[in-house]
């Protein structure tokens, strides 16, 4: 079913009821799995994932070659079969899967103290359990908050959230406007964008786009994901500093 555009320019809502520029809402906890060094729990929107973080511990020796001067950081994403609407489990060799994984990989291997932890790896493993747009986002925000979880130092937060058009590339609509945090259906039929960013500013660290778009559009698209992601890490922060007053009320002492 084609996604009717047209309630934009009349309502100036979007299916949803949200306005062009409003996230979904968002929901995190951290510290959600006992036996991992860190762990966090994330929904945007309909979109829920579950990340562990192990380590760092000691590497096992392989044959790639490397110097081993700072620690590998490695991604797992497990997607589970009722995540989406076609109950289908995707293969660990799935291609959209393996670059989900790379992504998640580079962005925190520029962004952690890895030169702290010589010879060691820090093990990342995501569990989709629902699928409703904005997924590589949800991984990379519930990333962090795990990462955070585990005491792993890092330069800043990475937070992410996408961001579209209200038109396709085909039809070359000169007055279409950028949207804030698609949900499933608009990624769909609109072209998108995910955007990362590296703590508040706006130095983007993940930028990753699927879809063909005009290129008059991209500007805009990216001004409304970064501040986008500035609205993402204040919700983050939010429950770091929560989580960080718990703790400190049941210490002893």
């Known amino acids: 079913m084609p996604l009717d555009t047209s309630s934009y320019s009349l309502a100036l809502l979007r299916l949803d009821g949200r306005r062009w520029n409003e996230l979904r809402r968002m929901h995190a906890q951290i510290s959600t799995q006992a036996a991992a060094d860190g762990s966090s729990y994330l929904e945007m929107g309909n979109t829920k994932v579950i990340c562990t973080v192990i380590g760092p511990a000691e590497g096992r020796r392989t044959g790639s070659g490397g110097t081993g001067a700072d620690a590998e950081v490695r991604v797992d994403v497990g997607i589970a079969g009722f995540s989406g609407v076609e109950r ?42 629902s699928q409703d747009g904005s997924l590589l986002a949800a991984c990379l925000n519930a990333s962090t908050l795990a990462l955070i979880d585990a005491g792993i130092p890092m330069a800043d937060y990475i937070v992410a959230c996408t961001a579209g058009s209200t038109s396709s590339h085909s039809s070359n609509d000169e007055n279409a406007d950028p949207l804030l945090d698609l949900n499933g259906l608009e990624e769909q039929e609109l072209p998108s964008l995910t955007v990362g960013t590296l703590g508040a500013g706006e130095k983007v660290s993940v930028l990753v786009m699927e879809t063909r778009v005009h290129i008059g559009r991209l500007e805009a698209m990216l001004a409304v994901g970064v501040d986008g992601c500035k609205q993402v890490r204040e919700i983050l922060d939010q429950v770091v500093r929560r989580q960080g007053k718990q703790i400190l009320a049941t210490a002893p002492g």
């Open 88 to 129: 289908k489990k995707r293969s660990r060799g799935d291609k959209r899967t393996s670059e989900m994984q790379m992504t998640i990989a580079n962005a925190f291997s520029s962004t952690l103290f890895t030169h702290i932890y010589p010879h060691s790896t820090i093990s990342i493993t995501l569990h989709v359990l």
